[in-house]
């Protein structure tokens, strides 16, 4: 028999994960380079995907310049936590605890993100020449011309990785950094004009991606509190400005701790897909065929409706997690209720048991049902709002 259940939202997320341990917070000393503070660390994880992170929470630097950097909310979405899964192949989630980027200031990845300039550039800018620090490639076009080059890297996101020693101490032990880089480049001749746009060929971002990591990491290593401790840098493409799915982290490298050389790059094998699409259907027959399915038996509950979609994430080409939308009109509480059942059955019904399911069933009014079968569970669990 299925379960039901009117707790509130966050029950989705505590029993989707790991067992709680519910042991009196930790309370640890944070060694800082000019006092000494307190910090907690949280002995409950709500799960082996995520860290624990140092309270009291501390914004990253960058915090405020990545919404005007990426393109769309998926991408800051999954530029975000993608970093964090590149970050677990080096850093062990029981081991460390995590901090938003706290070392790399924002000053210092506004200018990295500039171009460079000229001579010319700088006086007319009324820029220092020891502020010319840019990573873009200067542009020489006239004004109202296309740009001779595109920007290339359009923001840069730190993650800081904490641990503890046996009296409490707590100290920086590792960090990553992310590069996001443009697949689309979007310019304007004059200010007040149209918007144009010019496609990156993809052998180009990433051959310009790994040269600006190598330069992003021997500046790094000019930072005094990053001079020695173990770096990994990864490649972000993100999607253009009207992509419904987010972009992805292609490639990562790991620097040794006090070295400024860059290990070999290693591929990174994950992609989104949205369901029904041609690229779903060419690349995923099987997945495709059966979330239409899926779609069908939907529709047969409402004729007249076809507004069912579904996000795809794959990882080294097979299917890891689907995250499926239904925005509907309900006319009744009951009604409501009786097709969140219905819909629980065909999660069951249409999909392998190892792949975790979401279907989020919503209406004019807000959100009305979230259904969640993880991977290997013998029942979803079915959440109907109040």
Not at 273 to 281: G, H, I
């Amino acid at each position: 028999m299925r379960k039901f259940s009117l707790l509130a939202l966050s029950l989705v997320f505590l029993l989707s994960a790991c067992a709680p341990n519910f042991q009196k917070q930790n309370e640890a000393v944070q060694t800082k380079e000019k006092a000494k503070g307190k910090t907690i660390i949280p002995n409950y994880n709500i799960s082996d995907k995520y860290y624990r992170t140092i309270l009291p929470f501390k914004p990253g630097e960058a915090r405020g310049l990545v919404v005007n950097n990426i393109n769309t909310r998926y991408d800051l979405n999954e530029f975000e936590m993608g970093l964090m899964r590149i970050a677990q192949k080096s850093f062990d989630t029981e081991k460390y605890f995590f901090q938003e980027g706290q070392k790399i200031e924002a000053k210092t990845i506004k200018q990295w993100l500039n171009r460079q300039y000229t001579d010319e550039q700088l006086k007319e800018k009324n820029i220092k020449p020891e502020d010319n620090i840019g990573l873009n490639p200067v542009d020489t076009s006239a004004q109202g011309s296309e740009p001779t080059s595109p920007i290339y890297l359009a923001h840069i996101l730190e993650h800081d990785y904490l641990t503890k020693d046996d009296k409490g101490n707590v100290t920086l032990s590792g960090v990553t950094i992310g590069l996001a880089l443009n697949s689309v480049y979007y310019y304007k001749l004059t200010p007040d004009g149209d918007t144009f746009e010019k496609k990156i060929d993809f052998a180009e971002m990433e051959k310009e991606g790994k040269k600006l990591a190598e330069e992003v990491v021997k500046r790094a290593r000019n930072i005094k509190t990053l001079k020695d401790v173990p770096i990994t840098i990864a490649l972000f493409e993100q999607e253009s400005k009207s992509s419904v799915t987010p972009g992805r982290f292609f490639a990562y490298s790991t620097v040794d701790q006090g070295s400024s050389k860059l290990n070999d790059w290693e591929k990174v094998n994950e992609k989104y897909y949205l369901f029904p699409s041609t690229d779903a259907q060419n690349d995923h027959r099987d997945d495709t065929i059966a979330f239409l399915n899926f779609k069908q038996d939907v529709e047969q509950y409402f004729p007249n409706f076809n507004g069912v979609i579904g996000k795809a994430f794959y990882v080294e080409d097979q299917l890891q997690e689907l995250n499926i939308t239904i925005p509907i009109q309900f006319y009744g509480k009951t009604e409501g209720i009786g097709f969140a059942q219905y819909v629980a059955g065909l999660v069951m019904q249409h999909f392998p048991k190892y792949l975790s399911v979401s279907v989020s069933v919503t209406s004019v009014d807000g959100p009305e049902a979230l259904i969640v079968r993880k991977a290997n569970a013998d029942e979803p669990f079915v959440h109907i709002y109040q």
